[in-house]
Structure formats: structure tokens, C-alpha cells
Nanobody, 125 residues
């Protein structure tokens, strides 16, 4: 039973933009903070951004601050990641996930569950 589905990845030149989307089932989305993580080849999965249920609080990794924006539409059970000024080092598989504890936002991987299958983002130099 697929509960989170990411889309919007692709190949883009450095300096370009992409918008990732994550569609979730209501059961895992409602009242949960949502996060985006990424995993580059031969690297550990790392935190990218997170947003609370009410959208009042957002967290970003230092590496993406000022370039990426996380948002959500609770009526559509969806979370988004707008990525601008992309760099080759942003190349990775991007995953969305829902917080384990409702209403609790975090930056650690073990604070999230119900991972999607990921969407590939490739930034060429």
C-alpha cells in the first residue's frame, strides 16, 4: 500500500529550477510534519527540509537555505519542494516522509516514517 508518492524530478542544468511534489494518503499526512531528504550516490541519506502541519515552522539544511522552499497544501494532502539555483552537488534521489509523531517536526531520519520511493534529481554542470 503506497502512501507517499514523489514526482517532479528530472535532469536540469546548474542554475536551473525544479519543483518536487509529494502526494500522500490522508492517514499519513494529516496532522504530521513532512520532510524532504535526499541521498546522493555512495552517501548517507541527509535531511533537506521540513514543515509543520500548520506551515508555521520550516527547517532547512544549511546547504539549501535560500535556494529551496518547502510548502504544503493540506487540502490536497501534498507537500512540495521548490528548488532554485541548483548545483551539481544537489544531484540525488529525493524522498518525502511523514513525521512519526503527529505535529512534531524534526531533522533526523528516525523522526520520519512512511517513506516514498523517491524521485531522481540530476543537475549537470
Amino acid at each position: 500500500q503506497v502512501q507517499l508518492v514523489e514526482s517532479g524530478g528530472g535532469l536540469v542544468q546548474a542554475g536551473g529550477s525544479l519543483r518536487l511534489s509529494c502526494a500522500a494518503s490522508e492517514r499519513v499526512f494529516s496532522w504530521h510534519a513532512m520532510g524532504w531528504f535526499r541521498q546522493a550516490p555512495r552517501k548517507e541519506r541527509e535531511f533537506v527540509a521540513a514543515i509543520t502541519w500548520s506551515s508555521t515552522t520550516t527547517y532547512y539544511a544549511d546547504s539549501v537555505k535560500g535556494r529551496f522552499t518547502i510548502s504544503r497544501n493540506n487540502a490536497k494532502n501534498s507537500v512540495y519542494l521548490q528548488m532554485t539555483s541548483l548545483k551539481p552537488e544537489d544531484t540525488a534521489i529525493y524522498y518525502c516522509a511523514a513525521s512519526v509523531v503527529p505535529l512534531r517536526i524534526g531533522t533526523r531520519e528516525n523522526e520520519y516514517a512512511n517513506w516514498g520511493q523517491g524521485t531522481q534529481v540530476t543537475v549537470s554542470s
